[in-house]
């Protein structure tokens, strides 16, 4: 499989490792409503990686705009990597092809990690969408093919994003973005169909049941010959017929159906010599989505930034934002009415808009999660969200949680006590017991801090415990009970010291 190298791979490939969890603070006063939606605000790698815990393996779809990387968007990389090549990067605007010899260097580096991060919180029937141009359409597809594996590989979706102009353009005019998709596991995937396609097959037959079909040929052209698939049918007129060679002398017909199908599927088959036909019904519940998306119905750039502009009085900030039914089509697409969907580039937060749209259309219960790093978050992300009645908690990001290998006192405890049960069972912690954070799977959970003194997991504190869970797990300083002990009463020690900085097989 080809391979992309660039300056500093080999220090981000692990750098989401490095990335410090941190804690979210929810701000009260910049929410809206009662509701599970997050929009967050903070440097996205950071984020993505205080998500785990809660949402590891639960997000059914990503979409992200990230920067395409022009020379025209004023993006920094700010990623604080440990190596001199990429800390003479920090702080600088990335620039023009030419102007600046790093750029793509600088867009890859910055990308990695972040997918990463997005991979491990994909469900494992979930599917990323990534819009981006020519300009590292290429590179994106190479680092995505590592990242999520080439054979996850979905679609290069191509989108109209514009209707006419571009008469400037040097040599050719561009009228396309791309959109790139990949599975989290493509065995799994199971995209949902275009409800909104325009059949061009004419169903000019109906069936003994009133189904309305088209004949469609069984033999093929187009398909690669094989000697196995190119064999005699006796029809049910007693006429024998064969696959139609256009050229005797270069075979490349062959019958869609094996022999063994042929017999199983005998009665489906419908015999108007020479040809031999399969009835295509008509699907009532949409059609495969194609990968072309030209229509009108996908909207355009313009179409997206004449809409931000009747909602929100400031669009300075966004030339070409995204029209909301492209991401809706995505998102019908690639979700159920009860999925998760996150957006670590949100921008003008039409994602957030896009899934408020789909739930409102089919009666869905979907959530959202945005991300976004600038400061206009909370002034137009979540203000759009505000003003098309949506609902979300606002999150700023938050301190370290461990420091130098070392829990931060200036975390409190319950932010503590939530991470802990976040990152060993996915839920937050409700239990307002000193020690016991709660029961998940028949298994009850302790966290036995004191941050001032070590604690001691002897038998005086065992006899305390008056859950009903058939299994324990404990954290403490220390302990004196065996593994005899333990194995009897299905208990679990682990050591505040060592085994509270590993979250699901990876050192934090």
Known sequence: MPTINFIGKDKVSKYHQQVPYKVLNHIDEKSCGESKNKII???????????LPEYQGKIKCIYIDPPYNTGNENWIYNDNVNDPKLQKWLGQVVGREGEDFNRHDKWLCMMYPRLQLMQKLLSDDGAIFISIDDNEQAN?????????????????????????????????????EHILVYAKNISNLKLNRDTEAKVTTSYNKVDADGRR????????????????????????????????????EIKLARWRWSKETVQQRYSELVFKFPYVYTKNYEKTTGTIPRNLLVDERFGRTRTGKTELKNILDDVSNF????????????????????????????GSGTTAHAVINLNQQDGGDRKFILIEQENYCDSITAERVRRIG?????????EEIFI?????????????RDFIYLSETGQHSTSTEKYYLGTF???????????????????????????????????????????????????KFKSIQDDIFTFRGEKL
Not at 390 to 398: D, V
Not at 404 to 416: E, V
Not at 444 to 468: G, I, K, V
């Open 41 to 51: 605000h903070g440097d996205n790698l950071e984020v993505l990686k205080s998500l």
């Open 140 to 176: 994106l597809k190479l680092i995505c093919n590592e990242i999520f594996g080439s054979q996850n590989f979905v679609a290069n979706m191509i989108w109209k994003n514009k209707s006419g102009g571009a008469n400037d353009a040097k040599n050719i005019a561009c009228d396309t």
């Open 213 to 248: 079909y088209s004949l469609e040929r069984l033999d093929k052209q187009n398909l690669g010959y094989q000697p196995s698939l190119d064999f005699p049918i006796t029809g049910t007129d007693g006429k024998i017929y064969t696959v139609e060679q256009k050229n005797p």
């Open 319 to 346: 030339d070409y934002p995204k029209p909301t039914k492209l991401i809706q089509f995505l998102l019908q697409l690639a979700t159920n009415k009860n999925s998760i969907v996150l957006d670590a580039f949100a």
């Open 390 to 398: 949506g609902k979300f908690n606002y999150y700023e990001l938050g």
């Open 404 to 416: 130098n290998g070392k829990i931060n006192k200036n975390i409190s405890i319950d932010q503590l």
């Open 441 to 491: 799977e028949d298994t009850a959970y302790y966290f036995y801090y004191e941050p001032d003194q070590q604690t001691c997991l002897d038998y005086e504190f065992f006899s305390t415990l008056n859950d009903q869970a058939t299994y324990k797990v404990i954290y403490a300083n220390t302990s004196t009970l065996g593994k005899k002990f333990q194995s009897k009463y299905n208990l």
